[in-house]
T-cell receptor, first 116, second 111 residues
């Protein structure tokens, strides 16, 4: 499967625990975006990364949330000390080009995070 | 409010009918894209229209863009039950790298 791979598909955490969401972009893609989606709503931009660099994190809460895209391995979205309001679907998208070059994004099937 | 706003929020039609969804946005753009999302799945790219284009076709899809009104429409002709999904428009924002998604139109096509 050459598509964007996200895992786990479903993640259950208790309040106060940490959640780690992984995204492996399509082969050859070095640009990764993370989005959050609440039920019946659109996707909200969180962060845009290139390999080893955070380019735009303007949509990500300043506390408890962090993202990385190391030279080797998947991109990770990390949420520390989760709260009920973090329950959502988190989607990753990748592209071979920067986001301002009129190219579509390729999405994974998301991780559905539930906080008990 | 969010950059892209679709209307209607929900649309229910019979198989064979056409479905039209609209998207409005606020700032200048380089391009506008339409995506489909099936329940429980990620988004699938349908069509991209550049700011200097007015209309684009892809199979049963027709997209128009009116930059003077900051609006776009997606027309699905001869709809099928398999077209049942949520449809989102997404705009880039000149000078930034991110895409802004609308709230979506939930389309139900009845067999």
């Amino acid at each position: 499967n050459a598509g964007v791979m996200q895992n786990p598909r479903h993640l259950v955490r208790r309040r106060g625990q940490e959640a780690r969401l992984r995204c492996s972009p399509m082969k050859g893609h070095s640009h990764v975006y993370w989005y959050r989606q609440l039920p019946e709503e659109g996707l909200k931009f969180m962060v845009y990364l290139q390999k080893e660099n955070i380019i735009d994190e303007s949509g990500m809460p300043k506390e408890r949330f962090s993202a990385e895209f190391p030279k080797e391995g998947p991109s990770i979205l990390r949420i520390q000390q989760v709260v009920r309001g973090d329950s959502a679907a988190y989607f990753c998208a990748s592209s071979p080009y920067p986001g301002n070059l009129n190219q579509p994004q390729h999405f994974g099937d998301g991780t559905r995070l539930s906080i008990l | 409010s969010q950059q892209g706003e679709e209307d209607p929020q929900a649309l229910s039609i019979q198989e064979g009918e056409n479905a039209t969804m609209n998207c409005s946005y606020k700032t200048s753009i380089n391009n506008l894209q339409w995506y489909r999302q099936n329940s429980g799945r990620g988004l699938v790219h349908l069509i991209l229209i550049r700011s200097n284009e007015r209309e684009k076709h892809s199979g049963r899809l027709r997209v128009t863009l009116d930059t003077s009104k900051k609006s776009s429409s997606l027309l699905i002709t001869a709809s099928r039950a398999a077209d049942t999904a949520s449809y989102f428009c997404a705009t880039d924002s000149t000078g930034t790298y991110k895409y802004i998604f609308g709230t979506g139109t939930r389309l139900k096509v009845l067999a």
